[in-house]
C-alpha cells in the first residue's frame, strides 16, 4: 500500500503561481508512476501531469506551458509548479501513484484562483 499527502493548495490571483506537494509513503518501490488529477465542482476528474520513474511526462492540454511536474526520488516526493493561473484552473488537485497491481490516491487540496 502506498499512502500519499497532498500540500500547497490555496487561494490565489489570476497570474500567479502555486507550488504542490505530494509525498508518498509505505511501498513505494512499487510506485511507476506519480502525478496529478483535479476536479472542478461539477465535473469529472481529469488528468492534469504524470511523471513515470523514467523522468517521461504527460500534461494536459489545457496546462502544457503553465505546469511543470517534477519529482524527487529520493524523497519520495511529487511537486506540481503551476504558473499562469486561470480562473478555470480551480479545482481539487489529487496527487496518484500508480503501481503494478494498483494505483493510490491523496485526498486532494483546493486551489482557488480568483480575484
Known amino acids: 500500500q502506498v499512502q500519499l499527502v497532498e500540500s500547497g493548495g490555496g487561494l490565489v490571483q489570476p497570474g500567479g503561481s502555486l507550488r504542490l506537494s505530494c509525498a508518498a509513503s509505505?511501498?513505494?518501490?512499487?510506485?511507476?508512476?506519480m502525478g496529478w488529477y483535479r476536479q472542478a465542482p461539477g465535473k469529472q476528474r481529469e488528468l492534469v501531469a504524470t511523471m513515470s520513474n523514467g523522468g517521461s511526462t504527460n500534461y494536459a492540454e489545457p496546462v502544457k506551458g503553465r505546469f511543470t511536474i517534477f519529482r524527487d526520488n529520493a524523497m519520495n516526493t511529487v511537486y506540481l509548479q503551476m504558473n499562469s493561473l486561470k480562473p478555470e484552473d480551480t479545482a481539487v488537485y489529487y496527487c496518484i501513484a500508480h503501481s503494478p497491481m494498483s494505483r493510490s490516491w491523496g485526498q486532494g487540496t483546493q486551489v482557488t484562483v480568483s480575484s
Open positions: 509505505g511501498s513505494v518501490f512499487r510506485i511507476t508512476i
